[in-house]
């Protein structure tokens, strides 16, 4: 069965740096764009970054632009989240998710909190 598993969350201060990881199964990883949603206590679920299937294209949400670098390993069928100075609005649940057309799924979730 498909499986999106993240992992790498976790507390860290204002202006430090995570790297959340998400493994993928059962599906065929390099056919699908791949992204990092988030959704802070009360707001809405966000994009923070995507990654094109072939690794070739990316976008970034304007909050997160030249601090969070996503890339994908499609040998490993893996996608990271490169989150550094991070900020304490950056506190949210982090997730993983896989798109083809109508296609989508969507991982656990990892928790990242930016504290002090």
């Known amino acids: 069965q498909v499986q999106l598993v993240e992992s790498g969350g976790g507390l860290v201060q204002p202006g430090g740096s995570l790297r959340l990881s998400c493994a993928a199964s059962g599906f065929t990883f390099r056919w699908y764009a791949m992204s990092w949603y988030r959704q802070a206590p009360g707001k809405e679920r966000e994009l923070a970054a995507r990654?094109?299937?072939?690794?070739?294209?990316?976008i970034y949400a304007d909050s997160v632009k030249g601090r969070f670098t996503i890339s994908r390993d499609n040998a490993k069928n893996t996608v990271s989240l490169q989150m550094n100075s991070l900020k304490p609005e950056d506190t949210a649940v982090y997730y993983c998710?896989?798109?083809?057309?109508?296609?989508?799924?969507w991982g656990q979730g990892t928790q990242v909190t930016v504290s002090s």
């Open positions: 998710s896989a798109n083809r057309g109508g296609a989508e799924y």
């Open positions: 990654i094109s299937s072939a690794g070739s294209s990316t």
